[in-house]
């Protein structure tokens, strides 16, 4: 069961007895960090609750329900993200979600309601939803997905099976690169090393070529900065200033690299995990507390880029704050 999914045996482990048994659980609360595959999770749950194939292949791709399902018309599987142009889940939107499950289904079978980036639920519709948490309608099925269980509350997570997804390791994110054409062993080795055991990365890497591009150049001003010169800051703060999101993207792209050269500075005699280029030139030029002070900036700044601030002012200090740490070394 669950064949189509690497990783992530344990849940798949409880989660293939739960069918089984017919024991599946009225809320599921999937966690873990963006890129982890929890969407991707929980859509194959979903297919596998409705599943009508052989109980060891679901889902199996092939019955009426799976079909429908991949197409995006099963009848009872409803789903619930923040509208477009909004960053948050409004009460209206759960509210209509709890009418349509008070109903009978279409099928017989299970509901299942999908919603994603649970923690952009307004606290008003959270305590809409609880409800239906508390006092589940029989055959409805909630699935949950969240980057930040913080932003869920305590009473809608103690009313749900959490699932904490983990990073996959890098056999099976180099698994994942071969089944999407790319075999090469350096580009592989490049790849697995900035996916940080994340398929969602790993896939958006191959999928957006031009990624790499910017990465190559935040790489570059990164090690301007370790020899100590400021002119690069401005110019790429002035073009991370055109989108928060690709900002997150490349800040955590630094991190994941500073994170490979920390492990390397803690373990000299280990193969280093990060790619090639950031052994080079980044690993001679720091400390470990060095290493893990410039992480922390990029994590403060990938906090930041996620309210509402200005991107480029953010990049600004984060770099120069960079900068100045490293100038203050001996």
Not at 87 to 111: D, H, M
Request: overall charge neutral.
């Amino acid at each position: 069961m669950f064949e189509g999914i690497l990783g992530q045996e344990r849940l798949k482990a409880l989660l293939s007895s739960s069918i089984r048994k017919n024991q599946v659980s009225h809320a599921y609360l999937l966690t873990g960090p963006r890129g982890v595959g929890k969407e991707f999770f929980a859509r194959t749950f979903a297919k596998a609750i409705a599943c009508s194939g052989p109980m060891d292949k679901r889902p199996c791709g092939f019955c009426d329900a799976c079909r429908r399902m991949e197409a995006g018309v099963y009848p009872d599987f409803l789903t619930l993200a923040p509208a477009e142009g909004k960053r948050s889940i409004a009460i209206a939107q759960v509210r209509e979600l709890i009418t349509a499950v008070s109903t009978k289904t279409f099928s017989g079978n299970a509901r299942i309601c999908l919603i994603t980036q649970g923690e952009t639920m307004t606290p008003e519709a959270q305590n809409a939803l609880l409800k239906s948490l508390e006092e589940p309608e029989p055959g409805n099925v909630f699935l949950i997905t969240t980057e930040n269980t913080e932003k869920i509350l305590p009473t809608i997570r103690s009313r749900c099976q959490v699932l904490p997804l983990e990073p996959l390791n890098d056999g099976e994110i180099r698994t994942l690169l071969a089944s999407r054409g790319c075999t090469d062993p350096g580009d592989q080795r490049a790849l697995v090393a900035q996916a940080a055991g994340l398929p969602g990365r790993a896939a958006e890497l191959l999928a957006n070529p031009e990624d790499e591009t910017l990465k190559k150049e935040a790489f570059s001003v990164f090690c301007a900065i370790l020899r100590k010169e400021s002119f690069p800051i401005f110019s790429f703060a002035d073009a991370m200033g055109k989108s928060k999101e690709r900002g997150v993207e490349t800040a955590e792209y630094l991190i994941t690299g500073l994170t490979g050269v920390m492990r390397a500075l803690a373990d000299p005699s280990a193969e280093p995990e990060c790619d090639p280029a950031w052994t080079r030139q980044v690993l001679p030029q720091v400390d470990p507390v060095r290493a893990a002070a410039m992480a922390d900036c990029l994590f403060e700044l990938t906090r930041r880029l996620l309210t509402n601030v200005n991107p480029r002012i953010q990049w600004e200090a984060c770099l120069l704050k960079i900068l100045e740490i490293q100038e203050n070394s001996l």
